[in-house]
């Protein structure tokens, strides 16, 4: 039976990979990639570190491109591979245009869907968007829901989805398998000039709702740190969109205690973030790694979809004005008790092993003689 896992950008990538991994080796299941090319350098530096290649590439992105203009082309090129390869079922994962529109454009075929990290949610439209309602309407139209906690699970079966609905865990856990290891060297050549004996903190920060007045308060908070705590530096690999550089570059730029820096591939992200003191990012991936690997992390967002985190006490959420920013840093960097409740909680996103879970699900539900595809055909 032929799996069609549909990706396309940097996030989606990290963690679809390992499970791309997972069914290539499993018995019973075709494994098949297409990726829309959303994004494409941050995409391909994925692609790299795992080594896969994929079946189909719509290579659909555009500067400055819009959310309609990705999900357009998404719908329709979809459409057309699915009508050249007849998967059983499409994989999406989370909660990007990519991974909507892939949803929509394989209802419009009846094809079922499974979608990987289902059931987040802040019940606030705008925040993050325009990914809650990407989410949130995926798993509408999903027949699978890979969901990473209970509490995800719990929010789908708020909602009335209550069939086919697993937690698993979630897989950017198992991409660690691949990336971190003791003594690795850094790919980059500035990341490579980085002194990480220096108290280093980890900065990315790209989301849309941040773009313009909130990423400048962020970056205004940057150096009010640098200025307080001279003996810190920030590393701060900057997302490739222009709307993140001209900001970011133009507030940050020649400062002797920050690095800005291109985008890292994952390997060297997630040994970075193993090297540094905290983090500080309005990612949404980087709030589950980071646990993982005892570091705090600083959440530049007024609200998230992750609140595990939170709870286990590994990450604050601290908006995105710039005196709250620099006081919740300030408490990490002076105060011992502070930095290590953070640091010693738990991670609560899983054991590394949601790929394995979810393709053992996915050869159960599609053997031979089973009829459950959740699906009109
Ligand atoms: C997208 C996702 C967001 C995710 C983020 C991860 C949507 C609506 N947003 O947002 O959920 O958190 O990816 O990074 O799906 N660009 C390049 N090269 C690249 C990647 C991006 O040049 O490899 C530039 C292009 O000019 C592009 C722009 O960045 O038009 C924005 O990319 P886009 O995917 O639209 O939005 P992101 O903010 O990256
Ligand atoms: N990441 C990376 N290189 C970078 C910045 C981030 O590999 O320069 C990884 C990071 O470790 C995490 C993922 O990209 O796995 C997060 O992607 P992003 O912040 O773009 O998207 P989000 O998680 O917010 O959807």
Redesign the pocket.
Known sequence: MKVLSVFG???EA??MCPLVLELQKTEGIESIVCVTGQHRQ?LD??LDVFGIHPEYDLNIMKARQTLASITTAVVEGLGEVIDQCHPAIVLVH???TTSFAAALGAFYKQTAVGHVEAGLRTYNKYSPYP?EMNRVLTGRIADFHFAPTIRNKEALEREGICKNVYVTGNT?ID?FATTVRDGYEFRDEALRQVDFSRRTILL?A??RENLGRPLEQICDAVLEICKQTPDVQFVY?V?LNPAVRETVFAKLADHPQIHLID????Q???NA?ARSFFVM??????QE?APHLGKPVLVLRTETERPEAVEAGTAKVVGVETNEITEQALKLLNCPESYREMATAKNPYGDGNASRRIAAILREEFSEGKSNKGCAQ
């Open positions: 950008t940097r996030p990290i963690k941050m530096q994925v989370g909660d990007t990914e950017v991409a990315t790209h989301r690999p997302h985008p890292l591939d994952v060297d992200m997630h973030m990012t309005d990612s949404g991936g980087m790694e």
